[in-house]
T-cell receptor
């Protein structure tokens, strides 16, 4: 499968714990995006990488959130001290240049 | 600021009938418009895009969309609906004010096709 993959698919954690998600983009895509989707809403942009550089971050990305793409390939999104409001689907997408974005299956986070 | 609006939360259509899912946009400059579909517990799948050229854009699974500049609309259409088309559909626009070319999504329209 050469699409975008994300791991894990589901994560249940207790409030206050840290969680980390991984995204593997389509191999030839140099652009990688993270979005967050809550129930009944469209995805909202969180952050963007071009190769290994994080070039844009949304105001939605509080200081508890950090994302990396150390070698310009896979990316990780970490949430520290999780809160119940962090419960959502976290989507990763990749694209080539300014073309359409291809999305992974998402990681569903539930904070109890 | 760029935005899209999907005025219908839900659209119900009988199998075999034509379907339309509505979308209007607000952009400064030329719009880059997209339609995505989301099946339960799945990520979004790209259906089609409009960047320039013909106003009628053909995409995956028999879907097409009509770009109408005067009405600032980009409605998704299919001549004959299938039960398997039942899903959540998102209209989206590329944010040209962003160096990231991030996508701004509408709130989604749930399409339900009854047998």
């Amino acid at each position: 499968d050469t699409g975008v993959s994300q791991d894990p698919r589901h994560k249940i954690t207790k409030r206050g714990q840290n969680v980390t998600f991984r995204c593997d983009p389509i191999s030839e895509h140099n652009r990688l995006y993270w979005y967050r989707q809550t129930l009944g809403q469209g995805p909202e942009f969180l952050t963007y990488f071009q190769n290994e550089a994080q070039l844009e971050k949304s105001r939605l990305l509080s200081d508890r959130f950090s994302a990396e793409r150390p070698k310009g390939s896979f990316s990780t999104l970490e949430i520290q001290r999780t809160e119940q409001g962090d419960s959502a689907m976290y989507l990763c997408a990749s694209s080539e240049k300014n073309y359409e974005q291809y999305f992974g299956p998402g990681t569903r986070l539930t904070v109890t | 600021a760029q935005s899209v609006a999907q005025p219908e939360d839900q659209v119900n259509v009988a199998e075999g009938n034509p379907l339309t899912v509505k979308c209007t946009y607000s952009v400064s400059g030329n719009p880059y418009l997209f339609w995505y579909v989301q099946y339960p517990n799945r990520g979004l799948q790209f259906l089609l895009k409009y960047i320039t050229g013909d106003n009628l854009v053909k995409g995956s699974y028999g879907f097409e969309a009509e770009f109408n500049k005067s009405q600032t609309s980009f409605h998704l259409k299919k001549p004959s609906a299938l039960v398997s088309d039942s899903a959540l559909y998102f209209c989206a626009v590329r944010d040209i004010g962003s160096s990231a070319s991030k996508i701004i999504f509408g709130s989604g329209t749930r399409l339900s096709i009854r047998p």
